[in-house]
Structure formats: C-alpha cells, structure tokens
C-alpha cells in the first residue's frame, strides 16, 4: 500500500519540505494470516546534509545527500520494517526523473521500532551533474509514491491478580502471596499460543516486597509467581499489588487490584 506526497527539490536557501504518508503493517507473526491488516505506521522523510545526523539540506547537482526514513510505531507491540522505498516518481514539465538519482533509496533488512516509539535509516539520494536541464528544475517538486511493509508479534492482554495466604495472617506470621497472570485474546487475534513470560513485582503500598520475580507456566494461559516477605512485626492492614512485565514481546503488562492483607494480633 502506499500513499502520495511531494518532495521539494530547491536551489534558493529554503529547507527541503518534510514529506510523510502511511503505510500498512502484514500481520505475520505467531502463525498468523499475513494478509490480516493492523493500524497504520506512519513514515516521515527529510533530505539531510548527513547519513549520521538528520541535518535538513537542499538538493544541489552533485553533491550527496540522504533521503532519512522516520518511522512511528503507533502500536503497543514492537514492529520489525522490513521495507520502504519509493515506487514510483512523477516529475513535473520540463524536469525529467532522470535528473534524479533515487537509485539507492530503498531499504530492506530489519529496521526494529519500538512500541509507541520511532526509528530512523538513511539512504544515499542526489541530483546528477548534467549541463542541461537542471535549471528547469529549480523551484519544482517531485510526486513520490511510497510502499513498504513491516512484520509483528502479537500482543495479547494479560490480567493480575494476587491473593495471600493465610488470609488474615497473625502478627509474627509469614505470609505468601501469589499472583496469576492469565492472558487471552481479543476478537479476530489467534489463540494465546503459550502462557504470559515475563516478572512480577510485588509492592506493599509504595515499598517493594519482592522484585521482578520469573513467573512459571501453570497452564495454557496462565503464569504465577509468587512472595514471601519477612513476617509482619504488628497489627495492620497492608494493601498489596502485583504488576506483570512481559519479556518476550508478546503480552501486554498488567497490574492486580489491590489485595488487603489483614494483620491481627
């Protein structure tokens, strides 16, 4: 899929013009279809002076410059583009494409983007050094077309809870919590093709009891990890929470409601 948008191509001293369009993401991870759409990613482009820094630069007959590549990740899963090249350019009269060369402006391999975050890559982009033409080109735009694709793993919800035992607990008393992390599918996903990987880290209140603790498998959908802090010196009501963090990719985080341990005396 791919949209339209302009590229500037000046000789005067204004900035080269910020293009950006949509692309649509294959869905192909996990054993999924991968012709199954998912929420467009959105590319942004800037002509720099640099392969290194984006240093925004005109295009000048001769001289090297760097078509860089910006792509947003809307999602709450991490995208691999695969990827993003132009594919197809119309020139307007008088300057012909082939005073362009775009020739190395496609990208393919592996750009990682992180979950709502942004990435960037850059390729070689320049005018030619002809003796004719170019100054028909001046103060003109190029229509680029764009196309690209990009893979993902699937991301499925996951709910905590955490619970003690025993439930209320004598002053002096040793207390185990355990929290179960149970993942599940939303319309339209796969079935959770394994149980939520990841840590749990249990607070009493704003204070850490046991940090990022590796949960185990306890069924098709379903991990616990579980905390066994000092005993409780006195009486008291405590308010536990327990929050997953997933350490695959594949499952969303989640936090328990609150747990009310009682501590009588």
Known sequence: MFGQKKLQVRSGATALVIVALIFTVAHAALGS????????FTISSTISSS?????????????????????????QAPITVTSVGISNV?????????NLDFAQTTFSGSLE??????????????????????????????AFAYSGSAIYAELYATATTVVGAPSPSLEGQSVVYT?????????????????????????DGTSTICNAVPVTSTGVTTSTATCSPFAYPSPGTHQVTATFTNTDG???GSTSPIFYQTVDP
Do not use: H, K
Request: hydrophobic residues 35%; aromatic residues 8%.
């Open 33 to 40: 279809n991968p012709t199954n759409a998912i929420p467009d």
């Open 113 to 142: 983007v992180p979950a709502q975050g942004t990435n960037s890559v850059a390729l070689p982009i320049s005018l030619y050094n002809t003796s004719s033409n170019q100054i028909m080109c001046e103060g003109i735009t190029f």
């Open 179 to 203: 929290a179960t992390v149970t993942a599940s599918a939303a319309a339209g996903q796969d079935p959770v093709p394994n149980s939520p990987t990841g840590t749990v880290t249990f607070m």
């Open 250 to 252: 594949n499952f969303s």
């Open 51 to 75: 392969s290194a820094v984006q240093t925004p630069a005109l295009l000048y007959p001769g001289v090297q410059r760097y078509l860089w590549y910006t792509v947003s990740n809307p999602l």
């Open 90 to 98: 119309t020139s307007p009269t008088g300057c012909p494409v082939s």
